[in-house]
């Protein structure tokens, strides 16, 4: 199937943010996914395997966008001249104050609904991706499909998904520097009982080699549920 990608600028607030659209050629999408990218000191960009993989696999019959936080790539940011972008991202990882990347994927996901009309919406996110896509999603009580890959375990307080009533499925590996089984267990507690959660004994945080394997089982989950 051939595909067909589209670089885009959208508005968030007085900034414009960068991404990709993707979608098949020959057919009309069937449903639209959003997907969030890791933090931006950890391959967080739009490129980075697992996002772009998945990107690529889901436009064969999908609506897709992947996008770039602010200050990543030519995605705006406004700071103040003695803060680098850097540093404005360190201050985010150290607080925990994840207001601006929710307002990054709220903008991406009003991108892609303009543009996707009434298809199904799935939002999938990866590591830092996991928490921003997963907020935004229940914060907005969308009807979407929530998934999530390597979640940020021990880091992130996603007590919040105690009350998620969309179907929602986690991927994540035993191998992943983050993973304790105290770590999960305490992420379980978060969750409400509809959540799927799925642990890969060999895989580690970065998923490489996996991309396709990460893509069909996240396929089979949305079919079930769509």
Known sequence: MNVIEEQIVFPCGSLK??????????????????????????????????????????????????????????????????????????????????????????????????????????????????????????????????????PPLGKVDFVFLKSCNQPCMVISGKEDFLYTSENLEQFCDSCSDIATIDIWDKSDHFFRGEEEKLAIAIDSFIQENI
Request: with cysteine; charged share 20%; aromatic share 10%.
């Open 17 to 150: 943010l960068s991404g990709i659209l993707a979608y098949p050629e020959s057919k009309e999408p069937e449903k639209a996914v959003l997907l969030c990218s890791p933090h931006p000191h950890f391959a967080g960009d739009m490129e980075n395997n697992v996002i772009q993989n998945l990107a690529n696999y889901f436009a064969n019959d999908s609506l897709t966008l992947r996008f770039n936080y602010r200050g990543v790539g030519t995605s705006e940011i406004d700071l103040p001249s003695d803060l680098s972008v850097f540093d404005y991202w360190q201050q985010v990882e150290d607080n925990m104050d994840y207001n601006d990347a929710i307002e990054d994927v709220s903008a991406a996901a009003n991108e892609l609904t303009r543009n996707a009309s009434d298809l199904p919406l799935i939002i999938i996110g990866y590591s830092f991706g996991v928490a921003t896509g997963f907020k935004y999603g229940m914060e907005n009580k969308s009807e979407s499909i929530l998934i999530g890959i390597a």
